[in-house]
């Protein structure tokens, strides 16, 4: 079964623009080397360094609601899917890089976002300006804390359990 991830954005730029920014990101990251495009992203993703594999797309209402905007208040226009490599053992070093890519793409972009795990756990929350991180010390211990370029706080959010 794929770990999968998800940063959604209520961003004020087109997902053609989003894919450069993450491409540009991501390569001075060293997550992905200048073979990688930002036309992959939008067709069907591409594998980082560390194998995470991540996609990126308009985000499309669901017929029942979307969660993000039920829970937290804003309609996403754009998805990036960070889907873990589980077949090589240890996903830790994925989640950092998720959260440089993550970081450095909020850097870049404004507009509302949440990076979660299957509308399960909220890793982090940006309304505004204001970035707030999960209180879970197990999703942010000090050293992951130390990739998140931005001044931020610390609360816990939730999607409701319906």
């Known amino acids: 079964m794929a770990i999968s991830y998800s940063l959604d954005i209520a961003a004020d730029k087109t997902v053609v623009q989003l894919a450069w920014h993450l491409v540009d990101v991501a ?18 993703g591409a594998a980082t360094r560390s194998g995470m594999w991540i996609s990126l797309g308009e985000d499309r209402p669901m017929p029942w609601g979307h969660p993000v ?27 950092d890089d998720m959260i ?4 450095g793409l909020l850097g870049r972009v404004a507009g509302d976002a949440v990076l979660h795990f299957q509308f399960e756990d909220i890793w982090l929350l940006r309304r505004g300006a204001e970035l707030s991180l999960s209180e879970r010390d197990d999703l942010w211990p ?21």
């Not at 990251?29 to 495009?37: L, Q």
């Not at 998805?79 to 240890?90: M, T």
């Not at 440089?100 to 970081?103: F, H, V």
């Open 69 to 95: 905007t039920e829970d937290l208040g804003f309609t996403p226009t754009a998805s990036v899917r960070f889907r873990l490599d589980g077949r090589r053992g240890e996903t830790s070093e994925q989640q």
């Open 100 to 103: 440089r890519l993550t970081s």
């Open 27 to 44: 390569r001075s990251a060293g997550a992905f080397d200048a073979s990688v495009t930002p036309e992959a992203h939008l067709e069907e």
């Open 142 to 162: 000090p050293e992951r804390l130390a990739l998140v370029a931005h001044p931020y706080g610390r609360a816990t959010h939730a999607f409701s359990e319906e």
